[in-house]
C-alpha cells in the first residue's frame, strides 16, 4: 500500500486525481489540497509515500514547494522525503521538474492511462528504495562489516559521503560534476569528479559506461535496443555508438538461446 497525498489548485483537477487514485487497490489518499501551504500542514501528520502535485499555484508553486520536502525531512526523525509525481497543464515546466527528480510529469487533461503508467514508476521506484534499505540494514547488522573496495567515497556538499557501491543505480555526466543516482537517497550525490576516474574506480563486472556522460549498474538493466536502455525503475538513457560493442557483447554473453 502506497499512502498519497493530492495537491491542486484547481477544485475540478483535484476532484480527478483524486477520482483516480481511488481507483487504484494499493493506493491510500491520507489528504487532498487545494495549495502547497495547506499540504504543508498535512505533512506535518502524515507521510506519504507519493505526492500528487500541481505546479502552477499560488502563493507557494509546486517546484518550490517540492524542493523544500527534503529540507523539511531532515527536521524528521524518519527523514522520510516522499515520491512526487508532478501534474500541469504547462510543459515548459518538465525539465524543472525532473531536475527536482519528479518519478514522472503529467500533462494535463492526461487519462488514466498515463495516470496508471505513473503510478507503477513511482512503485517501482519506491520498491527498489525499501529493498535498498533492507539490504543496507542487513549489512551493518552482519557480524562481518562490508570491505571499502564495496564502497565509494566521494565529496559533495563539503563532506564525505559513502556510498555503497550495490546502491548506485546510474551515474551521469554534466561537465566537470557526476549526479550519482542511488537506490538509497532520493536525490542525486553530485560530486567534482569526471567520468574516466568514476570509470576506472568502479568494478567492470557490475558497471558499464554505455554514453559519453552515462555509467549504469548492469543489474539494474531492464531493456535494451540499439540506442538506448531502460532500467528497471524506467529510466531511459541513451546508448552511444562507441559504447554500443560492449554493451551488445555482455547481452550476447547474458541472453538465453533455444538449445
Known amino acids: 500500500m502506497m499512502k498519497v497525498l493530492a495537491i491542486d489548485d484547481e477544485p475540478l ?38 505526492i500528487f ?12 514547494f517540492v524542493r523544500g520536502l527534503s529540507a523539511a525531512a531532515s527536521s524528521t526523525e524518519t527523514g522520510h522525503v516522499p515520491l512526487v509525481i508532478f501534474t500541469t497543464a504547462y510543459s515548459e515546466y518538465a525539465i524543472e521538474g525532473f531536475k527536482v527528480e519528479a518519478v514522472d510529469y503529467l500533462l494535463k487533461p492526461f487519462s488514466f492511462s498515463e495516470f496508471r503508467q505513473a503510478v507503477e514508476r ?8 525499501l ?48 549526479r550519482i543516482y542511488t537506490s538509497i537517497r532520493p536525490r542525486p550525490i553530485i560530486t567534482l569528479l569526471t567520468m574516466k576516474s568514476m570509470e ?10 554505455i554514453h559519453r556522460s552515462s555509467i549504469v549498474a548492469l543489474n539494474c538493466i531492464s531493456e535494451v535496443s540499439r540506442s538506448r536502455l531502460v532500467l528497471n525503475d524506467g529510466t531511459e538513457l541513451s546508448v552511444g555508438d562507441n559504447y554500443r560493442p560492449a554493451l551488445e557483447e555482455w547481452v550476447a554473453q547474458h541472453i538465453m538461446a533455444k538449445r
Open 53 to 64: 502535485c500541481d505546479i502552477n499555484m499560488p502563493d507557494l508553486n509546486g517546484l518550490d
Open 122 to 129: 513511482a512503485r517501482s521506484r519506491r520498491d527498489i528504495m
Open 13 to 50: 483537477a483535484l476532484k480527478q486525481v483524486v477520482a483516480y487514485i481511488q481507483r487504484i487497490p494499493f493506493l491510500q489518499l491520507v489528504g487532498q489540497c487545494l495549495s502547497a501551504i495547506e499540504a504543508q500542514t498535512v505533512l506535518r501528520t502524515q507521510e506519504p509515500d507519493l
Open 200 to 209: 576506472e574506480r568502479l568494478p567492470s563486472d557490475r558497471f558499464l559506461r
Open 131 to 178: 529493498q535498498a534499505a533492507a539490504h543496507q540494514a542487513e549489512s551493518q547488522n552482519s557480524a562481518s562489516p562490508s570491505t571499502d573496495a564495496d564502497t565509494l567515497f566521494v565529496r559533495a556538499d563539503h563532506t564525505t559521503i559513502a556510498i555503497p557501491l550495490p546502491s548506485i543505480r546510474y551515474i551521469q555526466g554534466m561537465s566537470e560534476y557526476l
